[in-house]
């Protein structure tokens, strides 16, 4: 089963080096890693989407992570109410005549050229993994040169407390 786990960490040399060592050792394949900057100067986020066998696995797999020097937390964020995002750049072979039917594809998905050459172009989409899949199929017939995708980063939904009760609810 596909989980997403986040992490912070103290942003050091080596510390992801440890962790992807310890998903190695265990046998868990990662499908896709995002490390950025937090608002916090010296922590950073990581955003696994990894690939486990059942519950047992990712309990044990978050206790392995809890107990890395540098880890802060260790939170799997999967059945959360999350927000998600992927970036893909995808290079595509355009001749000036098929370039208005492909600005045309792209336009529903909230995609952008952001690069032109004589026999290609560069679209840039954001979103779920699935909405990028999409693209992709529809663009294919045309002729897909590369892509670049930047994997899954996520993390849980703000929430907020109503006035007349102590119940939380999540801000969609």
């Known amino acids: 089963m596909k989980r997403i786990i986040t992490l912070t960490v103290v942003n050091r040399s080596g510390v ?6 310890l998903f190695t050792k265990r046998h868990y394949n990662i499908e896709s890693i995002t490390v950025g900057h937090t608002e916090t100067a010296g922590v950073s986020r990581i955003t696994f989407v990894v690939h486990v066998e059942g519950e047992n696995d990712v309990e044990q797999l978050t206790k392995q992570l809890n107990k890395q020097i540098d880890v802060l937390k260790v939170t799997d964020i999967t059945n959360q109410s999350i927000v998600q995002r992927e970036l ?6 355009s001749a000036p005549s098929t370039r208005t039917e492909i600005n045309g594809i792209i336009e529903p ?4 050229v952001v690069d032109v050459s004589r026999d290609s172009i560069v679209v840039q989409v954001t979103g779920e993994s699935n909405k990028i899949e999409a693209l992709i199929e529809l663009l294919k017939p045309y ?30």
């Not at 992801?16 to 060592?21: A, D, E, P, Q, V």
């Not at 893909?88 to 072979?93: E, Q, R, S, T």
């Not at 703000?158 to 006035?163: F, I």
Request: no cysteine; hydrophobic share 40%.
């Open 109 to 112: 998905f909230r995609a952008s």
């Open 88 to 93: 893909a750049l995808i290079k595509v072979v």
């Open 143 to 172: 002729g897909i040169k590369e892509i670049a995708r930047t994997g899954t980063t996520a993390f849980a939904r703000g929430t907020q407390q109503k006035a007349s009760s102590n119940k939380t609810i999540s801000i969609v």
């Open 16 to 21: 992801l080096n440890r962790i992807t060592g």
